[in-house]
């Protein structure tokens, strides 16, 4: 009796797995070429992102994923301005602000498949007037397991991918591009 009293525990220990620490997004070689083969573009005195309310942290299985920028928005913010940055985009002096609304960030881990969602509404501004407004979405499935030691590393190693996927998805919008001349 127990015996299995003490397995539940040991159980839940190998679901569960304990908080990660994601990798630090790098530049998309074809996501700033991207940028760059738009034309002359204005440039953007940077991204500054927030997130909607209970978007701007993951969990995986009630453990939390950390960025190492400290911040999910802050992690997405560094993504943008170093993709803008190496396509010769970013300049502190220009009057252009690109503002970025988390309204959608989330990692499942199921037993067999993870799935993650991203979504962020992109606001181009120059002053008062908006240039560009849209909301772009994106999800990815990866493989996941059983075991929460495997699962959780595997799904926060999915979270740059995602987010690259959405970035392209702007940088490829015509009428961002077109905004940005």
Not at 112 to 129: I, P, S, Y
Not at 138 to 165: C, D, H, K, T
Request: aromatic letters at 6%; hydrophobic letters at 40%; glycine letters at 8%.
């Amino acid at each position: 009796m127990t015996k299995s009293y003490l397995a539940i525990p040991l159980l839940a220990l190998m679901l569960q797995g304990c908080g990660v620490t994601m990798t630090r997004y790098d530049a998309n070689y074809e996501n700033v070429q991207q940028l760059k083969q738009g034309g002359v573009a204005q440039p953007i005195h940077g991204a500054e992102v927030e997130a909607a309310a209970g978007q701007g942290s993951l969990t995986v299985r009630l453990n939390p994923i950390a960025s190492p920028s400290g911040s999910i928005p802050l992690h997405v913010q560094q993504a943008i301005n170093d993709e803008l940055r190496r396509a010769g985009l970013l300049d502190p002096r220009a009057d252009r602000q690109l503002q970025v609304l988390l309204v959608s960030n989330s990692l499942n881990s199921g037993v067999a498949t993870g799935h993650g969602e991203l979504a962020a509404r992109f606001t181009l501004r120059d002053g008062d007037q908006v240039l560009y407004d849209a909301t772009k979405r994106v999800e990815r499935q990866w493989s996941s397991s059983f075991f929460g030691p495997i699962a959780i590393p595997a799904a926060a190693n999915n979270y740059n991918p995602m987010l690259q996927a959405l970035l392209k998805s702007l940088y490829s919008d015509p009428q961002f591009i077109q905004a940005l001349k």
